[in-house]
């Protein structure tokens, strides 16, 4: 309608559980078209009665499905459990703290007691294990509202800054993909200790303050703390443990740990059935003697986001690992106190990168993490699964350019001093040896051809050759 008015009149119908009900009938703002003037947007007017909203139910299949992917191998648990610890050190406002990893069989009278009394409520737990996992730590503690407000509900963002808590999952999914867990805990005078489980309906999961009273000493010294501190349980799906240098070994190069393993100031120790406790210190590298420190540099990765690239170079080829959750080469990712990957960008597997370690600090990945969680639609920086950083992400995706933007150079140093090196074959050696080769093929040839005659034939071809 070129230079009239412009009316039209739309009708929205919602249908809920069989009931149609009007929502809302709008009539558009007249507009006209004047030379130098843009049209003018049209303007609805939206009433949404409430009685027609429903809310949108879950089932119990849908957490389970989650839950299982949240915890159900040890390079899952340990880091979950050690970070958690750490956290906890960290908010006792302690100048050092101290961990504690024990890997041993259930008490058979807890074992026994858990037992009846999930099978009493009818939960759906696991009811026998052989091995579980311990963390004690002698940090800020937990008593029954801690554990009301900080694992009674999902989602809940840390309390504090710089922590690893707020990628991904969190410590009930360690449990439930193990089929249940507890926590025990003294803090502010009070004993706490809690079971979790999943629940028999379709909540995502149950808990219950099976101790709940005040602090005691016996209730200090069963923890083996002095005045607060917490110990997390986690069953193990296992039927037998691996030998204890596996499960060392595991420890010693988680990645998500090697913050926790170089602060001087926190101890974690490993028990495994039969050793004493060991210290776990972070894997150490030898650095080159002559050219240790390859690169120490602030780089821009987009507006408003930095991050510092140092590269190292080690005396020797660091050995490859078949899992990326423990391997000791390349450049750890860290934001805060979380480690999340380590990467050499485009040039894993090149040669000029076997002796290449170091470490990307970009502190953007915790700001950008707490908006997307806060966002409608969150397209979050970390996998929810905290197996590195999420690739489809743009800023990761420029992230991982500038690292290969600071690699490209060095890498390409590397190769051209290994090339330097290499011993070539002169040329009548390599004329000899494609004369020997030949030589080789045709009396295989003629063995072939003519079985019985071929060590005749291959003597007089070595004979004219």
Not at 24 to 50: I, K, M, N, W
Not at 234 to 254: D, E, F, S
């Amino acid at each position: 309608m070129a230079g009239g008015a412009a009316r039209s009149t739309s009708s929205f119908l919602l249908k809920r559980s069989g009931r149609v009900g009007r929502v809302f009938e709008s009539q558009a703002v007249r507009s006209e078209r004047a030379p130098g003037h843009r049209v003018r947007s049209l303007a609805l007017t939206a009433l949404l009665d409430p009685s027609v909203i429903h809310r949108g139910r879950v089932h119990a299949r849908h957490f389970r499905e989650n839950f299982a992917q949240g915890g159900i191998d040890l390079v899952q648990i340990v880091p979950e459990l050690v970070t958690n610890a750490d956290a906890a050190i960290a908010a006792a406002g302690r100048r050092a703290g101290r961990i504690l990893l024990a890997f041993e069989a259930p008490d058979p009278h807890f074992l026994a007691r858990w037992h009846e009394e999930l099978r009493r409520v009818r939960a759906p737990a696991i009811a026998d294990w052989r091995y579980e996992l311990r963390c004690t730590d002698d940090g800020v503690g937990v008593n029954a509202s801690t554990v009301d407000a900080r694992l009674g509900a999902l989602g809940v963002a840390p309390d504090h800054a710089d922590q690893r808590g707020l990628f991904g999952r969190g410590l009930r999914d360690i449990w439930l993909a193990q089929g249940g867990g507890r926590i025990e805990g003294v803090r502010d005078g009070r004993a706490v200790e809690s079971w979790f489980f999943p629940a028999a309906g379709d909540a995502p999961y149950a808990f219950a303050h099976v101790v709940d009273e005040p602090a005691s000493a016996a209730h200090a010294r069963a923890l083996g703390v002095d005045e607060s501190g917490t110990r997390v349980t986690v069953p193990l799906a296992l039927r037998t443990l691996p030998i204890n240098a596996r499960p060392r070994r595991l420890v010693a190069q988680l990645i998500q740990i090697r913050p926790v393993l170089a602060d001087p100031q926190r101890e974690l120790w490993l028990e495994l059935p039969g050793d004493a406790p060991t210290l776990i210190t972070e894997p150490s590298i030898e650095p080159d003697a002559e050219r240790a420190l390859l690169l120490d540099e602030e780089v821009a990765v987009q507006p408003g986001v930095t991050a510092r690239i140092v590269v190292r170079r080690a005396a020797d080829p660091i050995p490859l690992s078949p899992s990326r959750a423990t391997r000791l080469g390349g450049l750890l990712i860290l934001s805060g106190r979380a480690a999340h990957e380590t990467t050499l960008g485009s040039y894993e597997g090149a040669p000029g990168a076997r002796h290449l370690y170091g470490e990307v600090r970009c502190e953007a990945i915790e700001v950008l993490q707490r908006r997307a969680l806060n966002s409608p639609r969150p397209q979050v920086v970390v996998r929810v699964d905290r197996s590195g950083l999420n690739e489809h992400h743009p800023m990761v995706q420029r992230l991982r350019a500038a690292v290969d933007r600071a690699l490209a150079p060095i890498v390409a140093d590397e190769e051209r001093r290994a090339s330097a090196h290499v011993v070539r074959t002169g040329r009548a050696l390599r004329v000899r040896d494609e004369v020997g080769v030949r030589a080789l093929n045709d009396a295989l040839r003629s063995a072939f051809d003519a079985p019985g005659s071929a060590r005749v034939q291959y003597q007089e071809t070595r004979a004219r050759g």
